[in-house]
């Protein structure tokens, strides 16, 4: 596998096994779904799959049934239109059913709330809450619609994620560094983390551990010896990015989790990468861990092969209790020597990276 692995992490959504794969057709002959069954012919065109039995679900019938959730993890492919669409739909789906609705983003850092709000309040323009809020790139074309329309409605919007300034820090040395860093600094950030080993830990380091494979099928004691420390090395460092990951997922499953305790008549849709919710994993199981009572459910995408002929296989079903089929993308690079340009080019701006806290502090 190539380095450039270790920059994609999250965003990644890993890819399945061939098996037995079903055709939204086969699917729609099976049930009594009442949605229209077409070709997925532009990025806006979506299919909507139940988990539990593959069947095709209309929007209406999907919003129903999330409608008796306490939370749910809408998973995306940041910048993918089709999705962002389709979760505008969902939130203003439950919102008719569930006035008292929440929206929290993976998009917006956790210490950015302050501002967040006085958005909310009207108190400064979109402009502002951009550039102080480090906002994302594509916020006016993926997030926008929701924020506005939580603004209109007088939702609440949950600044859920982890700054940026602590989660290059934990990537860098680790979670130990996060008892040495000062408030208020500190108080933005997850009290506990579960580094615990898993499903979640395994499917991280084993994507992590392809950008560690090299070396030659025969090596002399020396070269042996480089090798191995070579790949401890990797292995360190692919741990402390896995703490930095979870310092992403347990401080948004800590933002949903206090928001809920303080306002237990609320339901709560969390947009997030769909790595951060895939299967349950990642920020689902620990805000569970936190409120194990909550009725949780998962969207997660999934891009069709095929879409004039839109199919999945039953591994993707299973990783959420609604899957989203979408078409696939444009490719990023045809030619490999320009991914690899670009990709060395990323990675070289990302080892500069450097922990904002001093020595002493941090």
């Not at 990644?12 to 049930?31: F, H, N, P, R, V």
């Not at 850092?109 to 501002?115: K, N, T």
């Not at 948004?252 to 709560?268: C, D, F, S, Y």
Request: aromatic fraction near 6%.
């Amino acid at each position: 596998m190539k380095k450039s692995s270790l920059l994609l992490v999250s965003a990644i959504t890993l890819g399945l096994g061939a098996c037995a794969s079903t055709t939204a057709y086969q699917a729609a002959e099976k049930t009594s779904a009442t949605a229209v069954i077409s070709p997925i012919n532009t990025t806006y065109d979506t299919i909507w799959v139940r988990g539990k039995d593959s069947s095709v679900q209309s929007l209406e019938q999907v919003v129903e049934q999330l409608s008796t959730y306490d939370v749910v993890f809408f998973g995306e492919f940041h910048g993918h239109s089709g999705i962002h669409l389709a979760q505008m739909q969902v939130f203003e789906g439950l919102q008719s059913k569930n006035p008292a609705m929440t929206l929290s983003l993976e998009q917006i850092e956790r210490d950015i709330q302050p501002l967040l709000d006085q958005y909310l309040n009207g108190e400064i323009g979109e402009k502002v809450l951009q550039k102080d809020g480090r906002g994302w790139d594509n916020y006016e074309q993926s997030y926008r619609p929701l924020v506005e329309y939580a603004k209109i409605n007088n939702l609440p919007v949950l600044a859920a994620n982890a700054p940026k300034d602590a989660v290059i820090c934990v990537g860098k040395k680790g979670a130990e560094v996060l008892d040495k860093i000062p408030m208020p600094d500190r108080g933005w950030l997850a009290k506990e983390l579960n580094l615990y080993e898993g499903p979640y830990r395994d499917k991280y380091l084993g994507f992590m551990g392809g950008s560690r494979a090299h070396g030659a099928d025969t090596e002399d004691a020396a070269d042996s010896k480089k090798k191995k420390k070579s790949m401890d090395a990797g292995m360190a460092m692919a741990i402390r990015s896995f703490s930095a990951q979870v310092l992403r997922d347990d401080t948004m499953a800590e933002t949903i989790a206090m928001h809920l305790q303080g306002n237990p008549e609320r339901k709560v849709l969390h947009l997030t990468g769909s790595f951060h919710s895939e299967s349950g994993l990642g920020t689902v199981e620990r805000l569970l861990i936190r409120m194990p009572e909550l009725k949780v459910a998962v969207i997660n995408p999934i891009t069709v092969k095929d879409s004039q002929s839109p199919a999945w296989s039953e591994d993707e079903a299973k990783t959420g209790d609604f899957i989203l089929l979408v078409n696939k993308t444009p490719p990023m690079f045809v030619n490999k020597d320009s991914e690899r340009e670009y990709m060395n080019t990323m990675i070289r701006k990302r080892m500069k990276n450097k922990c904002v806290y001093t020595n002493k502090e941090a």
